[in-house]
């Protein structure tokens, strides 16, 4: 069984930074790692994603401000999250599969709790 805390969201200003990380446990192994984030009102959306070769996908909105990187003796998956506007409010949420990449939620098996993200403009 695998479980998935998130942790290091919060209230930031525009223009400001966060950084988001992921603690997995359990079996992890060819696993793929993704962000989605849930608005208010909104369906919850593609954020990014990579896969245990490294492979990543980012959804159009975020590329150039967003990255996701990984400590693997950490068992820790991290989303750096700059320049934030305020169309990036949400709950952020990560999610694991085994196998490869998807963008869409509905191919995810294992779910964290989600940390509020809020951007004030």
């Known amino acids: 069984q695998v479980q998935l805390v998130e942790s290091g969201g919060g209230l930031v200003q525009a223009g400001g930074s966060l950084r988001l990380s992921c603690a997995a446990s359990?079996?992890?192994?060819?696993?793929?790692m993704g962000w989605f984030r849930q608005a208010p009102g909104k369906e919850r959306e593609f954020v990014a994603a990579?896969?245990?070769?490294?492979?990543?996908i980012y959804e159009d909105s975020v590329k150039c401000r967003f990255t996701m990187s990984r400590d693997n003796a950490k068992n820790t998956v991290y989303l750096q999250m700059n320049s934030l506007k305020s169309e990036d409010t949400g709950v952020y949420y990560c999610?694991?599969?085994?196998?490869?990449?998807?963008?869409?939620?509905?191919?995810?098996?294992?779910w964290g709790q989600g940390t509020q993200v809020t951007v004030s403009s």
């Open positions: 999610a694991l599969r085994s196998g490869s990449l998807y963008r869409n939620a509905d191919e995810y098996a294992y």
């Open positions: 359990g079996r992890t192994f060819r696993y793929a």
């Open positions: 990579f896969n245990w070769s490294g492979v990543s």
